[in-house]
């Protein structure tokens, strides 16, 4: 948004899902258009008490990014003052406090955040204090990519289209932050105000996210950005396979904004080669279910983008679904993939949409289990792009996978992981198995299973469904709908 009213003696600026203080829109407009600029961050207690598990990666990657944003902060002579409580009334009470007569950030486009953005700006309004939110964490929102009829596009393809046709310097420079940082104010009050509180007084614990060797904060965006950097031009082909190197790993940081949108959609416009634009394909996919969100929000109920699918009339076995989220089901590939979930609360694009694919049309299990199951563990949540994955593999979704089209979970481990290496790194039990009877262990005959000791049934599961049966029950359940 534009703003046209004169310059500001003080601001604030509410950091939430940008946790960089380079390539910001809001801070850049803040500090452009005012004399003191204050930061904030505050950890929403309205989210973190519906969080379960007190292990949970994703406070650990937030905390672990605001300690170095706040040191960033400080380092240009500004400060991060770090709140716990309901955001929607500590904003305000904030504002009021530091006085300053406006509040700027970033859009957030979920629809609970809409609701609490629209409940800030009544509280700042009646107290005389202006609220300034900006696009960031996409390259296009809500209008900005239509039809040449003025719709919005419910298929990627015309869509990305569309999106080449439309980009330009404009929309992929970045914003100046540096050039006014001498703005930044340093927090008012005591010596513990805003101070960074220990995870632990946040009410959760460490995880195995040092472990697992997971860099975070702008630094770690950084780093990994310049790892993929020099593989980027491999990535078509390598992409994906799970068993080698061939992703960004930067979703976390497109997450919670520690990467800017804006530089690695321009360096991947820049670099130009087939594995740069396929890269640019899965960025523009994330602005896509960004405006899907925005023009069928009825999908952040819970329901099917195609109504003809709200009420599949799925079996929901628990003990299958068990099975999956155990990573138990007798299927390798989705048996790893489920416990690189559970394990490192990451999983690998392809094997997203295999075991999407395998818990909705092999165990006939609702994709809202799954959809929920994933909100819980992936480290990368995002809702438009879990919710647009699921769909897409429920086949109930814009541009989905047709639904008489249904992934054979053994031909997909024989085709993406032939040798057993991504197989052999989270199922164990499977490592004396030769590269063939990896991915159907269960044909082995009973002699090679003793000669091995993997005796299937005992040390892994025999298949928890045939796939053939399975796969025509699904056919019907979908052709009858």
């Not at 491999?234 to 520690?258: C, M, N, Q, W």
Request: net charge neutral; aromatic share 12%.
């Amino acid at each position: 948004m534009q703003i046209t009213t004169p310059q500001y003696t003080k601001s604030l600026v509410w950091f939430r899902r940008d946790l960089r203080d380079y390539d910001h829109a809001a801070l850049y407009h803040a500090l452009k258009h005012s004399s003191q600029v204050y930061c904030t961050f505050i950890f929403d207690t309205d989210i973190l008490d519906k969080l379960t598990n007190r292990h949970d990666r994703r406070v650990e990657f937030i905390w672990e990014s605001v300690k170095e944003l706040k040191s960033a902060l400080q380092a240009k002579g500004g400060e991060l003052i770090v709140l716990h409580g309901v955001a929607k009334n500590e904003i305000h009470q904030l504002a009021k406090q530091l006085q300053v007569e406006a509040v700027f950030t970033n859009h957030d486009y979920e629809p609970q955040a809409i609701a609490r953005d629209l409940h800030v700006t009544d509280q700042l309004k009646h107290n005389g204090i202006a609220f300034h939110h900006f696009k960031d964490q996409v390259i296009f929102e809500k209008d900005e990519v239509l039809s040449i009829t003025g719709k919005p596009y419910s298929v990627f393809t015309p869509y990305k289209n569309m999106w080449l046709k439309n980009i330009n310097d404009f929309y992929l420079s970045a914003y100046p932050v540096d050039r006014y940082a001498k703005r930044l104010a340093k927090a008012d009050g005591s010596q513990d105000f805003g101070k960074l509180m220990s995870l632990e007084s946040l009410g959760f614990e460490r995880t195995n996210l040092s472990a697992l060797r997971l860099p975070t904060g702008m630094s770690g965006a950084a780093l990994l950005f310049t790892d993929f950097e020099n593989r980027m031009q491999r990535y078509k082909e390598a992409r994906d396979f799970p068993g080698i190197k061939g992703v960004s790993y930067l979703s976390v940081h497109l997450r919670f904004g520690t990467a800017s949108i804006r530089h690695l959609a321009r360096v991947a416009m820049q670099t130009g080669n087939s594995g740069a634009e396929t890269w640019l394909s899965e960025l523009i996919w994330r602005d896509f279910y960004f405006q899907i969100l925005h023009h069928h929000p009825h999908i952040a109920e819970g329901k099917a983008f195609k109504a003809e699918f709200e009420s599949l009339p799925f079996p929901n076995n628990p003990d299958y679904f068990k099975a999956w989220c155990d990573g138990k089901t007798g299927y390798p590939l989705v048996d790893a993939a489920m416990r690189q979930l559970n394990n490192t609360g990451f999983m690998h694009n392809r094997l997203r949409m295999v075991v999407a694919s395998f818990l909705v049309k092999d165990l006939l299990v609702d994709w809202r289990w799954g959809e929920r199951y994933f909100a819980e563990k992936l480290i990368d949540f995002d809702f438009s792009a879990n919710n647009g994955g699921w769909q897409w593999a429920a086949s109930t979704g814009c541009d989905a996978q047709p639904w008489f089209r249904i992934f054979n979970p053994t031909t997909q481990s024989e085709r993406f992981d032939a040798n057993g290496r991504f197989i052999r790194k989270y199922v164990t039990e499977l490592n004396k198995c030769n590269d063939k009877e990896i991915h159907a262990p269960w044909l082995m005959a009973a002699e090679r299973q003793s000669s091995i000791n993997v005796i299937i049934g005992r040390d892994y599961p025999q298949p928890i469904a045939e796939h053939s049966i399975q796969r025509d029950l699904a056919l019907s359940l979908y052709k009858n709908k």
